[in-house]
Nanobody, 125 residues
Framework: QLQASGGGAVQVGGSLRLSCTIS???????IGWFRQAPGREREFVAS????????VHAHSLTGRFTISGDHGKNTVYLEMNSLKIEDTAVYYC?????????????????????WGQGTQVTVSS
């Protein structure tokens, strides 16, 4: 099971830190953050693979969003800075134990086997 938390309402330019805690050893998984805005498809944000062995951020979010893990606590964080109105979405964390040669598979929601419940982030002016 995954438990996502930390969402909320923030003004443009503000920051939030989301947490995703997994029941199990987080270093056994690839853990991804995705987001979904109303009327849009679920979008890859970032992933932390095998306890931080491989970190990926969506190109469009690099520099503002940072994924990190405290794998002693089986928790992965998403630090979001300089938030924009277009960052408004439900943010989900997901996990898979799948290991693929083609690492681009981790950009796609269907690759992940386990999902948290989502946490709402609302950015307003």
């Amino acid at each position: 099971q995954l438990q996502a938390s930390g969402g909320g309402a923030v003004q443009v330019g503000g920051s939030l830190r989301l947490s995703c805690t997994i029941s199990g050893r987080s270093s056994d998984y690839v853990i991804g953050w995705f987001r979904q805005a109303p009327g849009r498809e679920r979008e890859f944000v970032a992933s932390d693979s095998w306890g931080g062995l491989y970190i990926v951020h969506a190109h469009s979010l690099t520099g503002r969003f940072t994924i990190s893990g405290d794998h002693g606590k089986n928790t992965v964080y998403l630090e979001m800075n300089s938030l924009k109105i277009e960052d408004t979405a439900v943010y989900y964390c997901a996990a898979t134990t799948g290991s693929y040669v083609d690492s681009s598979r981790y950009y796609f929601p269907e690759t992940y086997d386990y999902w948290g419940q989502g946490t709402q982030v609302t950015v307003s002016s």
